[in-house]
């Protein structure tokens, strides 16, 4: 009866592979959870860049158009509220428009590098174009032909 007991007892404790796969199986969801994690934290600041770049389209456009598509529109007027400067650098300006000017606006502590161009489409009209490029500003590198991160805003405005 005694070599009974001590079966029981050994059968009713854990296993060392037992043990290593359920740890293996916690280790799994632990690092699934957090890229997981990671992943939402990333694409929630792609969001919030892309989200500023298209405020800060829109600002200037408005502006711009209530000026009537002035070519002597300066965003620099900003400046009390956006750190904003003009800038050599920023989006090439699109084939068939006029440009006018390129800024670096600085948002928390972000760089946006804006570009506006014009073209006449009528007597009447005009077409202003408005390209917020953001991320640039790693190492020092200003690449700006992935339109990843280029936000292009067009609008027309009657003179």
Known sequence: MSQVRIARRRRLGL???EVMIAMTLLMIATLGTISYRYHVSLHTQKAQKQATAAR???LMSESWKGQKGSTAF???VFSATLDIVTSANGPSTPSGLTPLETY????G???YYATLS???ISDDFLE???QVAWGFQTHGATDFSTDDRIYALTTCVGT
């Open 128 to 130: 202003l174009n408005i």
């Open 15 to 17: 296993t060392l592979i």
């Open 109 to 111: 502590d972000y760089n």
């Open 118 to 120: 014009w073209r006449e």
């Open 104 to 107: 670096k606006i600085v948002c």
């Open 74 to 76: 300066d965003a620099t």
């Open 56 to 58: 800060i389209a829109l």
